[in-house]
């Protein structure tokens, strides 16, 4: 069982910067891919950035150049730095950790909210 709880949502203007983070209950290091997804009201969850053990990341087209997806496993954190934030960032921003053995087993924090307006 991993435990994931994120930090950092909150209200910025459009240009801003926030940083997400998430802590998670067991040593990272032996998470096979860790990431950050996104669901904005009534749209479907969407994946934003991940990471994998090894150290590859992916990103959505729509955020690439303005997010940086990194861990920290001294920490057991993942962070999302997210810059130069538009209107249509804003959505419940979750967490999600995958082991992969035998079988696969989806992990998720509660979420939290970032809005992005004036």
């Known amino acids: 069982q991993v435990q994931l709880v994120e930090s950092g949502g909150g209200l910025v203007q459009p240009g801003g910067s926030l940083r997400l983070s998430c802590e998670a209950s067991?040593?990272?290091?032996?998470?096979?891919?860790m990431g950050w997804y996104r669901q904005a009201p009534g749209k479907q969850r969407e994946l934003v950035a991940d990471?994998?053990?090894?150290?590859?990341?992916n990103y959505a087209d729509s955020v690439k150049g303005r997010f940086t997806i990194s861990r920290d496993n001294t920490k057991n954190t993942v962070y999302l730095q997210m810059n130069s934030l538009k209107p249509e960032d804003t959505a419940v921003y979750y967490c999600?950790?995958?082991?992969?053995?035998?079988?696969?087993?989806?992990?998720w924090g509660q979420g939290t909210q970032v809005t992005v307006s004036s």
């Open positions: 067991v040593s990272i290091s032996s998470i096979s891919i």
């Open positions: 999600n950790a995958v082991l992969i053995g035998p079988r696969r087993y989806d992990y």
């Open positions: 990471s994998t053990r090894g150290g590859k990341t």
